[in-house]
């Protein structure tokens, strides 16, 4: 097939034929997506037949620790990176603290660190504290239009640059960046790449060998699955960073940077999210492939899908007097992830008068309160968000755009 097979994808997500959620129609996707079926089974399986400590010899014991080595080799078979640099955390807010630490031990006084205001807190505040043990913190700015421009980012790479910080997707303006162009340009300032994929990786897992990061994080609860954060350390850099967990358990991968150690079920559960995608693949031709064959297919699928959908929503809310768009106003250069504010109406007015009507949006500043900050916009109102992925259906963009030329007339 050369374009998504929508009813099937949407009979995976048990969402979608629930009762009480008959009706509704979920766009606020970029704060957490709903479950695919193989997921949910997953969890359930592991809470019914071996919800006890995993990797002792007994069963079930043996077969809860086979259970989280899988999902933790196939996600890793499906980002295209090696299983043991890999790392399955509570959050990937919690991931990037704990990075942040091991940094902090690592790095000299004078040394700088680039941050932008355009990500979500999470990938600057853990860095910008860096500055307390006599790092330079510097900030990539965005422009007047909430853009980062790769120009800025070669002015502040200076001989003392060790870790630029970035994300390959706004979670509010939504453009998608050239992630491997970027990482080009850090490694030839002698820096290391951290790049914040949890905006990205719900419209298709990324192979992050071809982005160049050395390190790349996101959220598996927005990519259909449970609520972990996952964490790509590239072995060279791993090797460098000192160990944060606990000082007997040494140098041992991949428990080096979680230290509180993982929820076993949510990890076991990570093998029904790529039972997933292996599905939609082979559903649409692509099952005899090799896996990273397979992940560019799916990715194309989802994100030919999302752009078509996406178009018609940006060209409303482009050309309406009201509103103020963040972003392009092409799907082609953003995810569907899109940010506005109305002139003479709340934020949250309008998300209560969506949600009086069964369309559940977003609003707020969605923890990238420097990037409202630096647009002028009332941080404690925020934007309103509204955000799908591949299971959205036409219909349903239809009915958010029906909506809103009622609200906003």
Not at 85 to 95: A, E, F
Not at 239 to 249: I, N, T
Not at 340 to 348: D, K, L, M, P
């Amino acid at each position: 097939m050369s374009s998504l097979d929508l009813d099937y994808v949407r009979a995976q997500f048990p969402a979608f034929g629930e009762p009480s959620l008959a009706g509704f129609a979920h766009f606020e996707n970029a704060g957490g997506s709903f479950a695919c079926g193989q997921a949910i089974a997953a969890l359930q399986e592991f809470y019914r037949q071996t919800k006890v400590q995993p990797y002792y010899a007994f069963e079930p014991s043996a077969t809860a620790g086979a259970r989280m080595d899988s999902a933790q080799r196939r996600l890793a078979e499906w980002l295209h990176v090696d299983t043991d640099d890999l790392h399955l955390g509570p959050s990937t807010s919690q991931n990037t603290y704990v990075l942040a630490q091991a940094f902090r031990r690592y790095l000299q006084p004078g040394d700088e660190v680039i941050v932008t205001n355009q990500d979500h807190e999470a990938n600057v505040g853990a860095w910008a504290r860096l500055q307390d043990a006599g790092c330079v913190v510097r900030t990539w700015p965005v422009d007047a239009t909430g853009e980062l421009r790769i120009a800025d980012l070669a002015d502040l790479l200076g001989p003392r640059t060790r870790v630029v910080a970035f994300t390959q997707c706004s979670n509010v303006v939504g453009s998608i960046h050239p992630v491997r162009e970027i990482t080009d340009l850090v490694h030839e300032a002698g820096a290391w790449a951290v790049v914040d994929g949890v905006s990205y990786c719900p419209h298709g897992l990324p192979d992050i060998a071809a982005t160049g990061a050395d390190i790349y994080l996101f959220s598996l609860y927005k990519v259909y699955g449970p609520h972990l954060g996952a964490m790509y350390v590239r072995a060279a850099l791993a090797a460098q960073l000192p160990s944060q967990a606990h000082f007997f358990k040494g140098d041992a991968l991949p428990g080096r940077f979680t230290p509180a150690g993982p929820d076993h079920a949510q990890v076991a559960a990570v093998n029904g999210v790529i039972d997933y995608l292996e599905a939609v693949a082979t559903r649409h031709g692509h099952g005899q492939r090799s896996v990273p064959e397979q992940a560019a297919a799916v990715r194309h699928l989802f994100r030919e899908h999302e752009s078509e959908l996406l178009q018609p929503l940006l060209d409303y809310l482009a050309t309406h007097p009201r509103v103020r768009l963040i972003g392009a106003t092409r799907a082609s250069s953003r995810a569907p992830t899109v940010a506005f504010t109305v002139a003479g109406q709340s934020s949250s007015a309008l998300a209560r008068q969506l949600a009086d009507l069964h369309i559940g949006v977003g609003n707020g500043n969605f923890y990238a309160y420097r990037l409202l900050q630096a647009l002028g916009i009332d941080t404690a109102e925020g934007v309103v968000r509204a955000s799908f992925v591949h299971y959205t259906s036409a219909a349903e963009v239809d009915r958010l755009i029906a909506a809103l030329a009622q609200l906003l007339h």
